[in-house]
């Protein structure tokens, strides 16, 4: 097999000291499965190149990333250095929308060796995918302020849901349903208050539905469904979500499986047009870094994903199974204190790529 190029992007805060123990596990898949990978490093993307230049990346980023294979990404966002809104718009929204990454897809899974914050949740309860819609909705640029400065200031922004845009995320997320044991689909909606664009949503969710007869279909306002999340996460199989509800409940889920700091994501263009990316959902958590202790696993895990999109099933499997048992074995002086240990980010990945030797 030709050789795979994947730009990596550290970015901001913890992303900087995940990213290390993320590709010390890739580069042990590698050497362990013979896979032909090379890791390129940019330093765009990060609140460090904003203040150097002024913007987030280089004029000619697009160029720049043209040909690789993925983008392994780590965080974004400093803000105390840099508007949050600034900081994202400029990177990582720019990435999704120009390699057409419509998929976000953020496994939810309670694994051995974490403890729910949840009362009586064992592994196996809590099992889920979000999918979630990664180019429109909630996240649009269309819109604006006026009276700047009067106290008739105002800020509008738009809401974009198109036909196409929501048919492709929905039969991405039926398709994955009829992989999955439960054949179950939820929805996310708030269709009583927010009462165009998302009876449109649910509309298009029906007609969907009615391409899928095997797949159980259910849909919640968004705020009982974060109730639900708490109170029952073993209801769910897949749940599809628009920009925001998606980004939302893939931070919520992993907190109830114990740990935001082991969940990963796939911003995915499934037809393979344009590389994917594959980041933690976790953010830059300027609170804890340069402690290195901030968890490796969800970068890891999102190398897994990444592994698996290019076609090496195998050594994603091997990688998944590498990170499981050393949670299973919950060595407090490995492990990292989200999970209850002393362990350091370091610790953590090594034990890790150690599995893969
Ligand atoms: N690794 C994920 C990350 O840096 N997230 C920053 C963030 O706020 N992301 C918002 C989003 O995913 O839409």
Redesign the pocket.
Known sequence: MARQRIAVIA??GI?QEVMPEGLRVMKAAADRFNLSLSFEHFDFASCDYYEQHGRMMPEDWKSRLEGFDALY?????MPERVP?HVS?WGS??QF?RHFDQYI?LRPCRLLQGVTSPLANRAPGDIDFMVVRE?TEGE?SSIGGRMYEGTDRELAIQETVMSRHGIDRALRFAFELASTRPKRSLTSATKSNGISITMPYWDERVNAMATHYPDITVDSFHIDILTARFVMHPDMFDVVVAS?LFG?ILSDLGPACAGTIGIAP?ANLNPERRFPSLF??????APDIFGQNIANPV?QIWSGAMMLDHLGHAEAADAVVKAFEAVLAQADSAVITPDLGGQGTTETLGRAIADRLV
């Open positions: 970015g901001d992303g990404f780590g965080a974004v966002g949050d994202l990582l929204l999704r976000n990664n996240y920009n980004d994501s980041e933690p959902v976790h953010g830059s969800g």
